[in-house]
């Protein structure tokens, strides 16, 4: 595999992280993976250091789909979906669906985090689309984002 120059060497021996193989079984490129772990961990301040690297924010699992923005959104992780968002504004980005067509608002909806949802709606412009979330908690209801119920 060949690795953009401004990639540290480090960064090739992420799949050997045994965090990253507990958190993706590996399934990412060696590149992605540490950015994909950081976000999910709420570490800011290694997902700005993956970035200045040059990992690219589209990055995904390529399991599921999720980018890093997903990821942060999911966890309710606002510093980290800060840090993403101050790389990469575009809709490509702002509004990237997994396989399952759910977005970071929309996840981040369904799980409550009405902080990352007042923040992607407010600053970034992420669009509303239809989305199932799995509960509809208080905190969303106060803020009055819509949620669906399964049925």
């Given at each position: 595999?060949?690795?953009?120059?401004?990639?540290?060497?480090a960064v090739?021996?992420?799949v050997?992280d045994?965090?990253?193989k507990?958190?993706?079984g590996?399934r990412?490129?060696?590149i992605?993976?540490?950015l994909?772990?950081?976000?999910q961990?709420?570490?800011?301040?290694?997902?700005?250091r993956?970035?200045?690297?040059?990992?690219?924010?589209?990055?995904?699992?390529?399991?599921n789909?999720a980018?890093?923005?997903?990821?942060a959104?999911y966890?309710g992780?606002?510093?980290?979906v800060?840090?993403?968002?101050?790389?990469?504004k575009?809709?490509e980005?702002?509004?990237?669906?997994r396989g399952?067509?759910?977005?970071?608002l929309?996840?981040a909806?369904?799980?409550g985090?009405?902080?990352v949802?007042?923040?992607l709606l407010?600053?970034t412009?992420?669009?509303?689309h239809?989305?199932?979330?799995?509960?509809?908690?208080?905190?969303?209801?106060?803020?009055?984002?819509?949620?669906?119920?399964?049925?």
């Open positions: 595999m060949r690795l953009p120059a401004q990639v540290p060497y090739i021996n992420v050997t045994e965090k990253c507990e958190e993706f590996c990412p490129d060696p992605a993976c540490k994909l772990f950081a976000a961990s709420g570490d800011a301040a290694e997902v700005d993956q970035l200045q690297a040059g990992v690219s924010t589209l990055h995904r699992d390529p399991y789909g980018t890093a923005l997903f990821l959104s966890r992780f606002l510093s980290v800060k840090v993403l968002v101050a790389r990469d575009s809709d980005h702002i509004n990237a669906a399952d067509g759910s977005t970071p929309a996840i909806a369904g799980f985090h009405a902080s949802v007042t923040y407010e600053e412009g992420a669009k509303v239809m989305y199932i979330a799995i509960a509809c908690p208080s905190s969303i209801q106060r803020v009055g984002w819509p949620c669906i119920w399964l049925s």
